[in-house]
């Protein structure tokens, strides 16, 4: 399981009611960790059962156990794509001028802080919704080829995979094959390799994995069906912060006026309605037991804070006087009788 993935399973209840033990352990290299629950049938008498793990906390099979096999994820219900795709993009992705930085589309870095004061929904004709080499535009209702290439640069090392993740929705993996693609669309390419696609029941999904044991390629598939702009991205952090990211301009043709309430700077208030004052509108947390005893304690803690800063005052203030007083006193000493 890769980062950004979620899996969801559904677990056939027939053994004894009893306690079972749920184990989940990172065999990665990057970190050991490793988690646990307890699964409790309805009727369980909380007695543990004697059954074995099959995995240890480092991750590492302990009995003969059958590993998922993520290349044949259908979706349940099923769900198909459809046959053609109306437009398609090729991205060469590879590290980008420095070891640490990197393209998604072949012809740019995505910088973090992109469209963070001008956000791209507010205004699809703005110079960062220009940039053919870090945008995508597709029109609503189309069926869309993103191909995603690794390793088409010359000496290009051997990289980890990369999780590729699009937001607001999923995406079938059509097809995927070595080598670098050399095809002027997804339709020759089946001709040519039939064997690489599968578009009867293609897993279904947001996040997908580059293969990298030399150059590939991989066909994503989606229905472009909700106009707006949408991040597509590794979801590998240092990747994303070096730059590995676009952005879909999902149905230009079908991009919805912004609420004037939702304008630059209005944030969320509606123009000519008074401006509710902060602490008034905001709906108090509900209110549970335990909350009394650690408001009390907040309450508690931060008054003793309150005397320590006025007692620490206090004793400034003395101090000073003190101080003053001795000068005072020194000054009378030290004047001659007259
Ligand atoms: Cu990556």
Same mark, same amino acid.
């Given at each position: 399981?890769?980062?950004?993935?979620?899996?969801?399973?559904?677990?056939?209840?027939?053994?004894?009611?009893?306690?079972?033990?749920?184990?989940?352990?990172?065999?990665?290299?990057?970190?050991?960790?490793?988690?646990?629950?307890?699964?409790?049938?309805?009727?369980?008498?909380?007695?543990?059962?004697?059954?074995?793990?099959?995995?240890?906390?480092?991750?590492?099979?302990?009995?003969?156990?059958?590993?998922?096999?993520?290349?044949?994820?259908?979706?349940?219900?099923?769900?198909?794509?459809?046959?053609?795709?109306?437009?398609?993009?090729?991205?060469?992705?590879?590290?980008?001028?420095?070891?640490?930085?990197?393209?998604?589309?072949? !012809?740019? *870095? /995505? &910088?973090?802080?992109?469209?963070?004061?001008?956000?791209?929904?507010? %205004?699809?004709?703005?110079?960062? =919704?220009?940039?053919?080499?870090?945008?995508?535009?597709?029109?609503?209702?189309?069926?869309?080829?993103?191909?995603?290439?690794?390793?088409?640069?010359?000496?290009?090392?051997?990289?980890?995979?990369?999780?590729?993740?699009?937001?607001? !929705?999923? *995406? /079938? &993996?059509?097809?995927?094959?070595?080598?670098?693609?050399?095809?002027? %669309?997804?339709?020759?390419?089946? =001709?040519?390799?039939?064997?690489?696609?599968?578009?009867?029941?293609?897993?279904?999904?947001?996040?997908?994995?580059?293969?990298?044991?030399?150059?590939?390629?991989?066909?994503?598939?989606?229905?472009?069906?909700?106009?707006?702009?949408?991040?597509?991205?590794?979801?590998?952090?240092?990747?994303?912060?070096?730059?590995?990211?676009?952005?879909?301009?999902?149905?230009?043709?079908?991009?919805?006026?912004?609420p004037p309430e939702y304008?630059?700077?209005q944030?969320?208030l509606v123009?000519?309605?008074?401006?509710?004052?902060?602490?008034?509108?905001?709906?108090?947390?509900?209110?549970?037991?335990?909350?009394?005893?650690?408001?009390?304690?907040?309450?508690?803690?931060?008054?003793?804070?309150?005397?320590?800063?006025?007692?620490?005052?206090?004793?400034?203030?003395?101090?000073?006087?003190?101080?003053?007083?001795?000068?005072?006193?020194?000054?009378?000493?030290?004047?001659?009788?007259?």
């Amino acid at each position: 399981m890769y980062a950004g993935e979620r899996y969801s399973v559904m677990i056939r209840l027939d053994k004894e009611p009893k306690d079972y033990t749920i184990r989940v352990a990172d065999s990665g290299l990057t970190q050991i960790i490793s988690s646990f629950a307890t699964l409790r049938y309805a009727g369980s008498t909380g007695a543990p059962s004697t059954s074995r793990g099959v995995i240890n906390y480092g991750g590492q099979n302990t009995t003969a156990v059958v590993t998922l096999d993520r290349d044949h994820l259908p979706p349940f219900p099923p769900l198909k794509p459809a046959a053609r795709s109306d437009e398609h993009y090729v991205l060469h992705t590879h590290r980008w001028l420095s070891a640490w930085q990197y393209t998604l589309s072949g !012809g740019g *870095m /995505w &910088q973090e802080d992109r469209s963070a004061y001008t956000p791209l929904l507010y %205004d699809i004709n703005q110079p960062d =919704a220009q940039d053919e080499n870090l945008i995508i535009r597709t029109r609503n209702g189309s069926w869309v080829d993103l191909i995603i290439q690794v390793g088409s640069q010359p000496g290009q090392p051997q990289e980890f995979p990369h999780m590729m993740h699009k937001h607001t !929705g999923k *995406m /079938w &993996q059509v097809g995927a094959g070595e080598g670098i693609w050399n095809y002027t %669309d997804v339709d020759e390419a089946m =001709a040519a390799e039939p064997h690489r696609f599968n578009l009867e029941n293609p897993n279904y999904r947001d996040t997908f994995i580059t293969s990298f044991d030399g150059p590939s390629w991989m066909v994503l598939r989606y229905h472009s069906i909700n106009p707006g702009p949408w991040l597509f991205h590794c979801h590998i952090e240092t990747h994303l912060a070096g730059g590995m990211a676009i952005a879909l301009l999902d149905g230009v043709d079908a991009w919805p006026e912004i609420p004037p309430e939702y304008a630059p700077n209005q944030k969320g208030l509606v123009p000519g309605q008074p401006v509710p004052r902060p602490g008034i509108y905001l709906p108090l947390p509900e209110k549970r037991p335990d909350h009394d005893l650690l408001f009390a304690e907040d309450i508690v803690q931060e008054a003793a804070e309150m005397d320590m800063v006025e007692s620490y005052r206090y004793s400034k203030a003395w101090n000073s006087v003190l101080k003053k007083m001795i000068g005072f006193l020194e000054t009378i000493k030290s004047t001659p009788e007259s």
